[in-house]
């Protein structure tokens, strides 16, 4: 069984920053592309970053410049540097990996439970 658990979410001031962490556990034998989803009240969720395996980086166009995704792949995890955060980035935001275990061949898309990030003054 394959779990990621997200932490850093909160509440934010205009202008400031939080780091969110995704860590995947169990038995895996390899993840591939790590991301960033989030979803806003009444809109469909939406890709904000993903970063592959040997760091390759894609970002969605109103986060680019402020937003930086980062993996340590000797511990199974992803980051999310957000700066110069503003009121539309509050959503939940929701990790994602592409995951094999170590008894499959193929691999699973994995998704987080998802942390809340408000951005409000």
């Given at each position: 069984q394959v779990q990621l658990v997200?932490?850093?979410?909160?509440l934010v001031q205009p202008g400031g920053s939080?780091?969110?962490?995704?860590?995947?556990?169990g038995i895996i034998s390899s993840i591939n592309t790590m991301g960033w989803y989030r979803q806003a009240p009444g809109k469909q969720r939406e890709l904000v970053a993903s970063i592959g395996r040997g760091g390759s980086t894609n970002y969605a166009d109103s986060v680019k410049g402020r937003f930086t995704i980062s993996r340590d792949n000797a511990?199974?995890?992803?980051y999310l540097q957000m700066n110069?955060?503003?009121p539309e980035d509050t959503?939940?935001?929701?990790?994602?990996?592409?995951?094999?275990?170590i008894t499959q061949i193929r691999v699973y898309g994995y998704w987080?439970?998802?942390?809340?990030?408000t951005v409000s003054s």
């Open positions: 997200e932490s850093g979410g909160g939080l780091r969110l962490s995704c860590t995947a556990s511990k199974n995890t992803v110069s955060l503003q959503a939940v935001y929701y990790c994602n990996a592409e995951v094999r275990p987080g439970q998802g942390t809340q990030v």
